[in-house]
């Protein structure tokens, strides 16, 4: 697309050759010419805005979200983490401590995220812990935490002391970006449904919020039989969302066609590397920044999607912030999931690389 100058410069050259004399800058004709440029090239903007909207590969926001709509996807909201926490006391009660639904916990910290659990639970007399399904507030990666790191009690039951959460929470997703939206649009492209084959009951487990990825086993347990496995970002879905996607395949499915769907079977693989900062980067920003990237990696693997320590190689790499790293033997070889597998983080230690000696 031409630029405003070059619009203007082609107008004030055709009149020159025309009138044989170039336009004042101040004149009537000089300003009119300034204003028609603008106006041309406004037109000029919107017509390529158009075009790069019409076409999957380019449409953006509002637009892109149409052009999915053409193939009857929607973008994914923002899905809120899982997990547990224990109210705990130092000493037993004579009688017994109600955990109501919906207490809300949270992280310490200068941006505290709160978790509110979903059910609720009885300290019985006698007993110094409880362990309570909750969720994350609000949707988001944000929701995924260590174990040990919900520690503060925003509305604290009575009786009890302290919180923790024993284990992580897991399967919080942010809402769909543009990027993901189109990867999973040209997918659809890619491999056309035809309402009995496996892009038909993949497209149809994804449109549901907390399944990243979806593994189809055709004839699994025999012949009319489909056998899906579902994954979440780095976890496996809740069983809220197995439910929801089981209930609405039973509606889509063929006759005389069982359909099971399951949660893919989680595989934790622990990662220690050593690094060697980027020059001018401290220590604890390139551990930081390779350990955030291991993570990341893991949460971008689909179910049945091996690992393969290249690629997190170059994961780590595309930091900025490390020079150089070297995984230790356990890790050295790349591990192969089944269609039913997941991959998903274990334990990381980063520790410090000297490099090759000079």
Same mark, same amino acid.
């Given at each position: ?140 990666? @944000? &929701? ?7 520690? %503060?009690? *925003?509305?604290?039951? +009575? #009786?009890?002391?302290?919180?923790? /959460? ?80 089981? @209930? &609405? ?7 005389? %066609?069982? *359909?099971?769907?399951? +949660? #893919?079977?989680?595989?934790?693989? /622990? ?88």
């Amino acid at each position: 697309m031409d630029s405003y100058n070059e619009i203007l410069t082609r107008m004030q050259d055709r009149f020159t050759a025309l009138a044989g004399y170039a336009p004042d800058d101040a004149s009537d004709i000089g300003i009119r010419m300034k204003v028609l440029a603008g106006e041309i090239y406004s037109v000029s903007s919107a017509i390529d805005w158009l075009k790069m909207q019409t076409f999957a590969q380019s449409a953006q926001g509002d637009q892109l979200d149409l052009r999915a709509q053409e193939r009857g996807l929607t973008r994914k909201q923002s899905f809120a983490a899982s997990g547990q926490l224990a109210f705990q006391r130092s000493t037993p009660l004579w009688y017994d401590a109600l955990v109501p639904a919906g207490t809300v916990c949270a992280t310490a910290g200068d941006s505290p995220v709160r978790y509110v659990t979903t059910e609720a639970a009885i300290l019985k007399s006698g007993g110094l812990s409880i362990t309570v399904p909750a969720k994350a507030e609000q949707g988001g990666k @944000s &929701g995924n935490t260590q174990p040990g790191t919900v520690t %503060v009690m *925003v509305t604290p039951p +009575a #009786a009890i002391e302290s919180v923790t /959460n024993p284990a992580a929470f897991s399967g919080g997703e942010d809402s769909e970006s543009d990027s993901e939206l189109r990867a999973r649009l040209m997918r659809s492209y890619a491999s056309i449904s035809n309402g009995t084959n496996a892009a038909f009951y993949r497209e149809a487990a994804l449109k549901y919020d907390g399944v990243y990825s979806v593994s189809v086993v055709p004839r699994e347990n025999g012949a009319g039989t489909v056998s899906l496995y579902l994954g979440g970002r780095g976890a496996a879905p809740s069983a809220e969302v197995i439910g929801r996607v089981q @209930s &609405g395949l039973n509606l889509l499915r063929e006759i005389n %066609v069982d *359909v099971k769907v399951a +949660a #893919a079977q989680t595989v934790p693989v /622990n990662i220690d590397v050593a690094v060697t900062p980027a020059d001018a980067v401290a220590e604890s920003d390139a551990q930081e920044a390779c350990e955030q990237a291991v993570r990341e990696y893991f949460d971008d693997l689909s179910v049945g999607e091996p690992v393969i320590v290249t690629a997190l190689g170059v994961k780590i790499f595309e930091t900025g912030k490390i020079k150089n790293y070297i995984f230790n033997t356990s890790v050295t070889a790349d591990r192969k999931m089944s269609a039913g597998q997941l991959a998903v983080c274990g334990t990381v230690k980063v520790g410090y690389y000297a490099g090759v000696s000079q």
